[in-house]
């Protein structure tokens, strides 16, 4: 991981940010749920997506020492180390909860977070003002620090004790002026309630046009554009992450209105996982891939179920699998050509797979 990357958003999520109508984030002590109900309220209804992390609660789980131990470690730079030194944070032990929106401008985006941890505030408001500006405004202080050499600016807030919000827009007023109620902002609290058990989980609403940002970022060999297609259909898609003993269990869901599509969608999904799974089996992969490399990406393929929700107005289509240590071994190890597991243009369906049955959901 690039430290250099991130001082900037960890000193501000270390420093703060925002918002004169997020009394009731101030307000809201004690429990672990109300922690988070408060982090996620104050995310705007003009989000195209929101990311909510529980590091307190990942940190307690048996499966976060295997994936921390399975990500790449890089020497921490001088300004990174020189960052520790000044504000005496380190958000992997010090931040605990944060919630990050991603808001469109234009052709650009802003993000804006709210986040909770131990946080000296004296040696963090110093640190800000040694490059940024201090201001007082609607009975806050507000500091701005320049950021990638002054091309653009984090400004920032505490809303309390541990607590702090920031945004990269440079102007916090839009956030601080959200309205309370909505419908944009009762169909985000509907999908975050949704995913209450899990303590990492996004939400991406559909004008993000997910098909066609994974279609731009995904290798030729893997590319499917039934599939960007059919994903730029949905209203709504969730991912969320719940630690299972030693596991972490995946639960990636598509929502829209329209049965068609969310049909078409597990079908071709159940197609993607025969196709990978035969792709794996062939001749030409059992020699590319060491065989404990292979069982544990056929074991995820395996291991997956593909179901449809029904809720009334909204269908939906859930994929869920599971994150095993095993696995994290194979990533680190070998990585599968594309052109080895599953063809470039996926076929509307696919046989030798049971597609996901029908249920009826209420979530």
Known sequence: MNKRRWIPWLAAILLAVTLVGLDALVRSRDSD?????ALLSAMPANASAVLFIDLAALRRAPFAAEFYNWIPKNQVDADYAQFLRATGFDY????????I???KAGADSQLFAVAQGRFDRGRIEAYATQSGTREARGGREIFTVPL????RKISFTFLGKGKIALTDGGNLAPFLAQPQDGSDLRDWREHFRREAGSPVFAVIRQDAAAGSALESRTPGGFQSPQLSALLDQLQWITLAGKPQDRALRIVAEGECASEQTTRQLADLLNGVLVLAQA?????????QLAAGTRDAYLELLKGADISRLDRGETKSVRIV????????E?????TPTPAS???????DKAPGRKRGAQKDAKQ
């Open 33 to 37: 749920g109300g922690s988070r109900d």
């Open 92 to 99: 992997e032990r010090d931040l605990d909860r944060a919630a």
């Open 101 to 103: 929106a991603n808001v």
């Open 148 to 151: 990638n050499e002054g091309a």
């Open 279 to 287: 792709g794996l089996n062939g001749p030409k992969t059992r020699q």
């Open 321 to 328: 699998f599971d994150v095993t240590p095993k696995l994290l």
């Open 330 to 334: 194979a990533a680190a190890s070998a």
């Open 341 to 347: 597991v599953a063809p470039a243009v996926l076929p």
